[in-house]
């Protein structure tokens, strides 16, 4: 049912924004327990945005480290 819902999204969106479309929904169900929970939060902007941010972060934090994950490294062990 889940992955219905999610086709249509996933075929007209691009990588990007269907990262920050599952990213808002994720932080809106988050919203939705803690109302459920009693610990009401602020509006859908704000929820809306603190998910996009976070999917940017991500994003920086990935395109930092691919210098490191593209550096080769030795499958074997070597003596010293």
Not at 20 to 38: H, P, T
């Amino acid at each position: 049912m889940l992955a219905n819902c999610l086709d249509r999204p996933r075929r007209i969106l691009d990588h990007n924004s269907f990262g920050d479309f599952l990213a808002v929904l994720w932080e809106y169900w988050n919203a939705r327990n803690r109302f459920i929970f009693n610990r009401q939060e602020g509006n859908l902007h704000t929820l809306g945005k603190r998910a996009i941010d976070f999917v940017k972060s991500y994003c920086e934090v990935q395109e930092s480290m691919s210098p490191l994950a593209a550096a080769k490294h030795a499958t074997t062990w070597n003596l010293p």
